[in-house]
């Protein structure tokens, strides 16, 4: 099955129908080695295509859903559509879909421009043009392929840059479901992209999973494009595991970086949690991960307590930043496990971070977006390895559940 990012569960509330009976589709007929955004945002411009679709072989496909059906639609011309609106019936002007992929993989490509690494070698004869293939097209859930010809819509959209409500059923042959997606390149490069190839890709076009951003100005539509190399040590991303992980979990706007590996451990209490980070910190400790490389960052003031007890009853060194006026400063060097509050943790990382007591997230008293970005915050200081707990259920728990 493909990456579909964030994952189903987690998007399926806010997508409508016919995105969520497309976005079942791709899962069901693509093959493992794609990779789907849904609703993910574009660049600092922060545009938002319904649908990215990346493959190493074939490469960046934009794909707008459209749910309407044919009596939506009034009035059809290459730029601009009339349809009747959801809500009065009146009707409206809108820009042809097509339109608006088009728009959206082209700021993707120039994006990807402005890396040498990602366009052809001046000897070429594409010379500075992106060596990925891209394509985008229109996916009309509602309207089957004889009405769209029936009714004169290829005559504003090409035939080939639409799939039609009967064209994405579950009986589809597999195949042919895919080659209507291919049938959206214009052109093939017979190259296939490596997996720093496409991490680079991700690091251009979504510039939230990146640890270190680039500094390169984002281009406007008519400006020209000069690729400049980047060396490979700035390329520096989230894997795809904990960018959908952090999606899921925000709704789909902020990510998760800098972590390699994760867990998520459900215990009877909150002592038991305590118990638990101490026998894990004992066997990071066995792999040779030095004491001042964990973090253990809680949210309210008892788990403080406890943990501090419990670390010192087992005998490991322990600087609990938070603990009283005297205890403010910190001191990176000192071998020992740091200790400190989520919205203390700001600006710092550790190769190893524990957060016990998910369950206890969102706290009642603050907003739930509040505390999604305070949790966002602390999961963000792991680089290497973030483990987390609970002993009951909370939203963020749930939400958790869904895609770990």
């Given at each position: 099955m493909p990456s579909l990012i964030p994952s189903l569960n987690s998007c399926v509330a806010r997508m409508t129908s016919g995105e969520k009976r497309f976005a079942v589709r791709l899962e069901q007929k693509l093959d493992d080695d794609y990779l789907i955004w849904y609703d993910v945002p574009i660049g600092k411009k922060q545009l938002?295509?319904?649908?990215?679709?990346?493959?190493?072989?074939?490469?960046?496909?934009?794909?707008?859903v459209k749910d309407w059906k044919i009596d939506t639609i009034k009035n059809v011309t290459r730029?601009?559509?009339?349809?009747?609106?959801?809500?009065?019936?009146?009707?409206?002007?809108?820009?042809?879909?097509?339109?608006?992929?088009?728009?959206?993989?082209?700021?993707?490509?120039?994006?990807?421009?402005?890396?040498?690494?990602?366009?052809?070698a001046i000897a070429s004869d594409h010379a500075g043009k992106c060596i990925?293939?891209?394509?985008?097209?229109?996916?009309?859930t509602n309207i089957t392929r004889a009405v769209f010809d029936k009714q004169?819509?290829?005559?504003?959209?090409?035939?080939?840059?639409?799939?039609?409500?009967?064209?994405?059923?579950?009986?589809?042959?597999?195949?042919?479901?895919?080659?209507?997606?291919?049938?959206?390149?214009?052109?093939?490069?017979?190259?296939?992209?490596?997996?720093?190839?496409?991490n680079r890709i991700r690091w251009h076009i979504f510039p939230d999973i990146a640890i270190q951003p680039s500094l390169l100005p984002e281009p406007e539509e008519d400006e020209v494009v000069i690729p400049v190399a980047i060396a490979p040590d700035l390329i520096k991303i989230m894997d795809l595991q904990q960018e959908q992980l952090a999606?899921?979990?925000?709704?789909?706007?902020?990510?998760?970086?800098?972590?390699?590996?994760?867990?998520k451990t459900r215990l009877s209490s909150?002592?038991?949690?305590?118990?638990?980070?101490?026998?894990?910190?004992?066997?990071?400790?066995?792999?040779?991960?030095?004491?001042?490389?964990?973090?253990?960052?809680?949210?309210?003031?008892?788990m403080g307590r406890s943990l501090s007890?419990?670390?010192?009853?087992?005998?490991?060194?322990?600087?609990?930043?938070?603990?009283?006026?005297?205890?403010?400063r910190y001191k990176p060097e000192a071998q020992s496990v740091k200790l400190l509050t989520m919205h203390s943790s700001k600006g710092l990382e550790f190769p190893v971070v524990f957060i016990p007591g998910v369950g206890f997230m969102p706290n009642r008293s603050e907003a739930i977006a509040d505390e999604a970005?305070?949790?966002?915050?602390?999961?963000?200081?792991?680089?290497?390895?973030?483990?987390?707990?609970?002993?009951?259920?909370?939203?963020?728990?749930?939400?958790?559940?869904?895609?770990?």
């Amino acid at each position: 099955m493909p990456s579909l990012i964030p994952s189903l569960n987690s998007c399926v509330a806010r997508m409508t129908s016919g995105e969520k009976r497309f976005a079942v589709r791709l899962e069901q007929k693509l093959d493992d080695d794609y990779l789907i955004w849904y609703d993910v945002p574009i660049g600092k411009k922060q545009l938002h295509p319904d649908f990215i679709v990346l493959h190493p072989l074939r490469g960046l496909l934009v794909l707008e859903v459209k749910d309407w059906k044919i009596d939506t639609i009034k009035n059809v011309t290459r730029a601009n559509w009339t349809i009747a609106d959801r809500n009065t019936n009146e009707p409206k002007q809108i820009k042809n879909p097509l339109e608006q992929a088009r728009n959206y993989v082209l700021h993707a490509v120039k994006l990807l421009e402005r890396d040498a690494e990602l366009v052809h070698a001046i000897a070429s004869d594409h010379a500075g043009k992106c060596i990925v293939p891209y394509g985008y097209g229109v996916v009309f859930t509602n309207i089957t392929r004889a009405v769209f010809d029936k009714q004169g819509l290829g005559d504003a959209i090409e035939s080939n840059l639409v799939i039609c409500q009967d064209e994405m059923y579950d009986s589809v042959d597999r195949g042919d479901f895919q080659q209507k997606l291919w049938d959206m390149f214009p052109y093939h490069f017979d190259r296939t992209l490596s997996p720093h190839q496409v991490n680079r890709i991700r690091w251009h076009i979504f510039p939230d999973i990146a640890i270190q951003p680039s500094l390169l100005p984002e281009p406007e539509e008519d400006e020209v494009v000069i690729p400049v190399a980047i060396a490979p040590d700035l390329i520096k991303i989230m894997d795809l595991q904990q960018e959908q992980l952090a999606r899921s979990l925000r709704g789909g706007h902020r990510v998760i970086h800098g972590v390699a590996g994760s867990g998520k451990t459900r215990l009877s209490s909150f002592t038991a949690e305590t118990k638990h980070i101490c026998d894990l910190i004992g066997e990071y400790r066995d792999r040779g991960i030095a004491w001042n490389d964990i973090a253990i960052l809680y949210r309210s003031d008892f788990m403080g307590r406890s943990l501090s007890h419990a670390l010192k009853n087992v005998g490991i060194p322990v600087e609990w930043l938070n603990e009283d006026s005297n205890s403010k400063r910190y001191k990176p060097e000192a071998q020992s496990v740091k200790l400190l509050t989520m919205h203390s943790s700001k600006g710092l990382e550790f190769p190893v971070v524990f957060i016990p007591g998910v369950g206890f997230m969102p706290n009642r008293s603050e907003a739930i977006a509040d505390e999604a970005r305070l949790l966002y915050v602390a999961m963000t200081r792991a680089t290497e390895f973030l483990e987390l707990s609970c002993d009951r259920d909370s939203a963020f728990v749930k939400r958790l559940e869904r895609v770990l």
